[in-house]
């Protein structure tokens, strides 16, 4: 095992050989063929089908996809639903149709929708679903009659308050939680985790100017996180963060409803009929909770992540107010309009601001518009050291660090070009706060990270096993999590020779993540491979060049092989790569190939955590 070291990093270019000896496989299920002289006996040939005469074909691969429609078959796979909709994008005979003028504004120009004239009779409209949360005030006592409420939805279908509930409101009261660094309690994780506000020790930009994708590292102070869950962190595991939508985002939308201000912050009680909703994982069952709408749209409706569904169209249209506003929301709700709203669906990313912006006069009541609205779940990252020994003493005190890697996420946005996603942009937010504050002087400042222990027993910490050989592949920041397993691998001197990493970069110089941080013999186990510089190489492209070391860690006692990163292009890639390895080292045929991989997979040795 020693001498395949030297391979990860002297081994030539030319390595792979089409005339190298092939080694027969151990496992006989996995090598047998349909040429093998022990097969059953063949079966009598069986006599074609005849095609109906009815049957003409018109597309028989890839090419003739793209010939007829124009676009390639992943684009027309992207863009389909499968529910014939494009069959009714023409014109039907004997159909009324009427011209509506469209909404002359930037956000509705961006939806590009792609209506030309309406039916004026439409068909298969959805009722409006049955609401099932609803906001009602907290008055306190007094001779002066207070305000009318424009959140709160009028006619509500709850019954009339008696005595005894309104004495009720009078007590109740917020609770003493400061939700502008942690949400409200009752937004609560899986059981037993709860939400912990943990302070930001430190935190820097990994990558550096020109990379395409920007990448934040943090040093998150556990010191003070609850015991009582019986649950320590875990070299490979993952956190969860309770990222708050961007509060520039939820002023805009409190903005388009016209809710006042003075009522934003005002305590209300949150009445649910049923469902989880806004825990994050609670019991369906119904609930009575004392809140504000800002809390509510911050902490727990999600308000950008998701494409929009006819449930959240269907309420903008019940009350818009412009008439022409109205019959472009019920064309996209009715079956007359599913190719444009299956268009709709799968175009530009579209954000609850930018629906209400597009379609001004459709202001519905708040506690309506949350009955609709998706789930603000929380996002998961890999911490990237080994927790059990990460101390740092600041203040004659010693503190318990916990470290993640976050790379931002950008998508295209209707008023300024491109925006992060709620997890990676509130933390990027965080960060740049952080980093403008030390500038400024403040040695230690104050700022929070929301986060829970949240799956220490995901695949890379069940599987990370403190002896036998591994092998790390992974890019982007899907190398974060092996830098912990390499800090722990290292301090033990019988495993030194007994882990590598195959890190893919576009631009060592740019984005090659915590180099020079991974051990004292990093130079020794680790490659980084280049996509856009050097040898201009893929990490699929080595772990094939690396077949050697591959196929002997793989077929090592306790031998192991992890891959962590994106799914479309490396790990896909990767994949086939692995394949490709088992098929020449091992000689066996693709699917043979493939199985013996799902049975590594089966008994734990090759682990793969892709997103």
């Keep these: 095992m020693a001498a395949v070291v ?6 030539p270019t030319d390595y792979v050989s089409e005339e190298e000896t092939f080694t027969p496989s151990i496992a006989p299920s996995l090598t047998y063929s349909e040429d093998s002289e022990d097969q059953d006996e063949p079966q009598p040939e069986e006599t074609p089908r005849r095609r109906r005469a009815s049957t ?50 930037d956000a509705f120009r961006s939806l590009n929708l792609k209506i030309d004239e309406i039916p004026t009779v439409l068909t298969k409209i959805p009722d409006v679903l049955e609401q099932v949360t609803f906001l009602q005030s907290i008055r306190r006592v007094s001779s002066t009659p207070s305000p009318t409420d424009s959140a709160i939805s009028v006619g509500s279908q709850l019954s009339p308050i008696d005595s005894t509930i309104e004495a009720k409101l009078k007590t109740l009261s917020l609770e003493e939680l400061d939700t502008s660094i942690q949400p409200p309690s009752f937004v609560q994780p899986h059981h037993p985790h709860h939400v912990f506000p943990a302070r930001i020790h430190n935190t820097r930009e990994l990558t550096r100017p020109g990379a395409e994708k920007r990448t934040y590292h943090f040093d998150l102070d556990i010191t003070d996180y609850p015991h009582e869950e019986g649950i320590d962190f875990k070299v490979g595991g993952a956190i969860g963060i309770s990222a708050p939508n961007d509060s520039a985002a939820v002023d805009q939308i409190l903005d388009l409803l016209l809710i006042p201000r003075y009522l934003r912050d005002k305590p209300v009680l949150l009445r649910t009929t049923r469902g989880r909703w806004p825990t994050v994982w609670g019991e369906d069952k119904p609930r009575e909770i004392v809140t504000t709408r800002r809390d509510l749209l911050t902490w727990c409706s999600d308000i950008q992540s998701y494409p929009p569904n006819k449930p959240l169209l269907r309420v903008l249209a019940e009350h818009a107010l412009d008439p022409n506003e109205k019959k472009i929301l019920m064309f996209l709700c009715a079956g007359e309009g599913q190719g444009v709203f299956c268009d709709f669906r799968t175009g530009p990313y579209i954000s609850l601001a930018q629906l209400l912006s597009a379609f001004p006069s459709a202001k519905p009541p708040l506690d309506l518009l949350l009955s609709v609205l998706q789930q603000l779940m929380p996002r998961f990252y890999s911490l990237s050291n080994d927790p059990h020994e990460s101390y740092e003493i600041r203040d004659g005190k010693q503190h318990r660090l916990i470290e993640i890697a976050v790379t931002v996420q950008e998508m295209p946005d209707w008023r300024m070009g491109c925006r992060t996603g709620v997890g990676s942009g509130f ?4 960060s740049r706060k952080f980093m403008e504050l030390q500038r400024a002087g403040d040695k230690a400042p104050q700022l929070h990270i929301p986060m829970f222990k949240g799956l220490m027993a995901n695949p890379l910490a069940k599987e990370f096993v403190s002896d036998g050989p591994m092998l790390l592949i992974g890019a982007g920041v899907g190398i974060a999590p092996f830098r912990g397993f390499v800090q722990h691998r290292l301090k033990n001197a019988n495993c030194a020779n007994k882990v590598w990493v195959l890190q893919g970069v576009r631009d060592s110089l740019i984005d090659e993540l915590y180099n020079g941080e991974w051990g004292v013999h990093e130079e020794k186990v680790k490659k980084v491979v280049q996509s856009r510089r050097g040898e201009s190489r893929y990490v699929q492209d080595e772990v094939f060049h690396q077949a050697d070391l591959v196929w002997s860690i793989i077929n090592s006692v306790d031998g192991r092989v992890f891959v962590c990163g994106s799914s479309k292009g490396m790990g896909e890639g990767v994949e086939d790569a692995l394949v490709r390895v088992a098929q020449t080292k091992g000689n066996l045929e693709h699917e043979e190939a493939k199985r013996f991989w799902e049975l590594k997979r089966d008994v734990g040795q090759y682990i793969t955590e892709t997103w």
């Design 6 to 11: 030297e391979q990860l990093v002297d081994m």
């Design 56 to 105: 003409r074909l018109i597309a028989q691969n890839a090419a003739d996809v793209q010939r007829i429609t124009g676009e390639s078959t992943q684009q027309l796979l992207n863009r389909c639903c499968g529910g014939g909709c494009c069959m009714r994008l023409q014109k039907q005979e004997g159909v009324e149709y009427e011209h509506v003028p469209l909404p002359d504004n």
């Design 427 to 430: 933390l990027e937010r965080q």
